[in-house]
């Protein structure tokens, strides 16, 4: 059955299945490339009705708000955006609210929301694009809060028995920028929805960076003034999306023994070190990056941010190929240099 065939005998039943789509406007590097086939679903049947017919038809994606994602080339089947929207509070206590909230709900208007709310727990995670659905793929952190530490469970429709299927939070197997959604589970599941755990009484997390400085700035420690504190921050350091394409940190930081970050302190007394248990250590792979010259550098439309040597840049029409290309030249440089492999946070198509 050719490709052609199997598209048009279901799209009778699903008109809104748009073809040649430029996905430009859907992911955040602002990369020229086409999806074959696009479908927003607006609630679970759609999403359902979809998945199931055309899963095995053709190469399928599953897409929240492109903020995390790195194309290389066209995309030649199927990309489904779970537009699944709603935030609805399952249980109130006096110390905690429970709360689903769907997968289409962009992140920061769900974390703008609790701060209204007086809800604590994710303030500290304010303005990371994307959707909530997306937010326990890599479990996003931030200014020392992380997403694992407020998600009660995770919903999603497996694709394999088209069941709807409750993960709870140790079952998600949480890491640094890390889950099951990411090892076992990708490719398998479309997450549908995130239960989080709210707190009434929030205790404030604000020794990251100069975070406490940036609130002492306000005069007054709440919710509110830490969500204005780091979205301050984070504006003054990371470019916005809409005027610079990018995908936040390209690598992740690296995780490494400890013997071998007592041989490189040695010879780089200033380097960053985060502690993360008696054995292992992180580094600051944007330390990294500005230490083999690649800050603020260019080649053609791609370059690195002069702000913060971590995040690579789409000056213009830069192609996701260029992007990688840059990418690996930057990963390649830190190897021979200091001997550590960056392992990249964005997913690249
Ligand atoms: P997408 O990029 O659309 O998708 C990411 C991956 O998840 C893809 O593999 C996709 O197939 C899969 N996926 C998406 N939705 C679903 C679903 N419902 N079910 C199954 N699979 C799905 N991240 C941080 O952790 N901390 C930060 O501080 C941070 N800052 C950023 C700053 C900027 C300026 C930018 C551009 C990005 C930043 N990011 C940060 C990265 C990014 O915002 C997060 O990873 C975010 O969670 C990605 O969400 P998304 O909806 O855009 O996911
Ligand atoms: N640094 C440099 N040069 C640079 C950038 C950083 O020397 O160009 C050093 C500095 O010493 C700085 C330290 O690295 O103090 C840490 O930098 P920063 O606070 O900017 O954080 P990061 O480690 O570069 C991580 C996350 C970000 C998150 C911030 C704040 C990863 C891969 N990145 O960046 O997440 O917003 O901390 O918590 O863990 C993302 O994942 O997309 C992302 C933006």
């Given at each position: 059955?050719s490709?052609?065939?199997?598209?048009?005998?279901?799209?009778?039943n699903?008109?809104?299945i748009?073809?040649?789509?430029?996905l430009?406007?859907y992911?955040?590097?602002?990369?020229?490339?086409k999806?074959?086939?696009?479908?927003?679903?607006?609630?679970?049947?759609?999403?359902?009705?979809?998945?199931?017919?055309?899963?095995d038809?053709?190469?399928?994606?599953?897409?929240?708000?492109?903020?995390?994602?790195?194309?290389?080339?066209?995309f030649?089947?199927?990309?489904?955006q779970?537009?699944?929207?709603?935030?609805?509070?399952?249980?109130?206590?006096?110390?905690h609210?429970?709360?689903?909230v769907?997968?289409?709900?962009n992140?920061?208007?769900?974390?703008?929301?609790?701060?209204?709310?007086?809800?604590?727990?994710?303030?500290?995670?304010?303005?990371?694009?994307?959707?909530?659905?997306?937010?326990?793929?890599?479990?996003?952190?931030?200014?020392g809060?992380?997403?694992?530490d407020?998600?009660?469970?995770?919903?999603?429709?497996?694709?394999?028995?088209f069941?709807?299927?409750?993960?709870?939070n140790?079952?998600c197997?949480f890491?640094?920028?890390?889950?099951?959604?990411?090892?076992q589970?990708k490719?398998?599941?479309?997450?549908?929805?995130?239960?989080?755990?709210?707190?009434?009484?929030?205790e404030?997390?604000?020794?990251?960076?100069?975070?406490?400085?940036?609130?002492?700035?306000?005069?007054?420690?709440?919710?509110k003034?830490?969500?204005?504190?780091?979205?301050?921050?984070?504006?003054?350091?990371?470019?916005?999306p809409?005027?610079?394409?990018n995908?936040?940190s390209?690598?992740?930081?690296?995780?490494?023994?400890?013997?071998?970050?007592?041989k490189l302190k040695?010879?780089?007394?200033?380097m960053?070190?985060?502690?993360?248990?008696?054995e292992?250590?992180?580094?600051?792979?944007?330390?990294?990056?500005?230490q083999?010259?690649?800050?603020?550098?260019?080649?053609?439309?791609a370059g690195?941010?002069?702000?913060?040597?971590?995040?690579l840049v789409?000056?213009?029409?830069?192609s996701?190929?260029?992007i990688?290309?840059?990418a690996?030249?930057?990963?390649?440089?830190?190897?021979?240099?200091?001997g550590?492999?960056?392992?990249?946070?964005?997913?690249i198509?």
């Open positions: 059955m490709f052609e065939y199997i598209c048009c005998r279901t799209k009778s699903m008109t809104d748009k073809e040649n789509v430029s430009k406007p992911n955040t590097f602002g990369i020229d490339v999806a074959r086939y696009f479908f927003r679903a607006n609630n679970q049947e759609e999403l359902r009705f979809v998945l199931e017919n055309h899963r038809c053709f190469p399928f994606m599953i897409m929240g708000g492109g903020s995390n994602i790195l194309f290389t080339r066209d030649n089947g199927l990309i489904v779970p537009d699944l929207k709603g935030i609805s509070i399952l249980e109130n206590d006096s110390e609210c429970r709360v689903e769907g997968a289409g709900v992140w920061d208007d769900f974390v703008s929301w609790s701060v209204e709310n007086n809800l604590g727990g994710i303030e500290n995670l304010s303005l990371i694009p994307g959707s909530s659905g997306s937010s326990p793929i890599q479990n996003i952190g931030a200014y809060a992380e997403a694992k407020v998600i009660k469970n995770v919903k999603y429709l497996d694709l394999e028995s069941e709807t299927v409750i993960i709870s140790p079952d197997k890491g640094y920028r890390d889950s099951i959604f990411k090892t589970l490719n398998r599941v479309v997450i549908t929805s995130v239960v989080f755990i709210l707190s009434h009484n929030p404030f997390n604000i020794k990251y960076g100069n975070l406490q400085k940036e609130i002492e700035k306000r005069g007054v420690l709440t919710l003034t830490v969500r204005d504190a780091v979205i301050n921050i984070r504006r003054s350091k990371l470019p916005d809409k005027s610079l394409g995908a936040g390209f690598f992740k930081n690296p995780v490494v023994e400890k013997d071998i970050v007592n040695k010879q780089n007394e200033f960053p070190v985060f502690p993360v248990s008696e292992q250590a992180k580094i600051s792979a944007g330390w990294l990056i500005e083999c010259g690649w800050k603020g550098k260019r080649t053609g439309n690195v941010y002069d702000k913060q040597a971590l995040i789409n000056h213009g029409n830069a996701g190929a260029e990688y290309d840059l690996m030249k930057i990963s390649d440089s830190v190897f021979e240099r200091f550590i492999k960056l392992e990249t946070e964005v997913n198509v």
